[in-house]
Nanobody, 116 residues
Framework: QVQLEESGGCLVQAGGSLRLSCAASGDIRSINAMAWYRQAPGKRVELVASITSGGSTDYAESVKGRFTISRDKAKNTLYLQMNRLKPEDTAVYYC??????????WGPGTQVTVSS
């Protein structure tokens, strides 16, 4: 079992920056890839960024050049650095971890609100 807990979400003005963190605990060694997803009001869950165990990253087109995903394995923490935030980035952001056994784990989410 893996437990995930996001933090760092808050209200920020457009153009500002924010860093989200996701602390992982439990069976850490089973984790393979990790990712950030988000869900805006009335919209479907969207993959924002992902990172493999080898450090390869991928981003949604809407956040490329503005967001950076990173992973500190020593601290068992996943990060999402978000720069030049836009009102359309407003959403609940979720941390996701996939294991080598193909299990999927989610955090409870953290709210990010970008005011115009």
């Amino acid at each position: 079992q893996v437990q995930l807990e996001e933090s760092g979400g808050c209200l920020v003005q457009a153009g500002g920056s924010l860093r989200l963190s996701c602390a992982a605990s439990g069976d850490i060694r089973s984790i393979n890839a990790m990712a950030w997803y988000r869900q805006a009001p009335g919209k479907r869950v969207e993959l924002v960024a992902s990172i493999t165990s080898g450090g390869s990253t991928d981003y949604a087109e809407s956040v490329k050049g503005r967001f950076t995903i990173s992973r500190d394995k020593a601290k068992n923490t996943l990060y999402l650095q978000m720069n030049r935030l836009k009102p359309e980035d407003t959403a609940v952001y979720y941390c996701n971890a996939g294991t080598r056994a193909m299990d999927d784990y989610w955090g409870p989410g953290t709210q990010v609100t970008v005011s115009s």
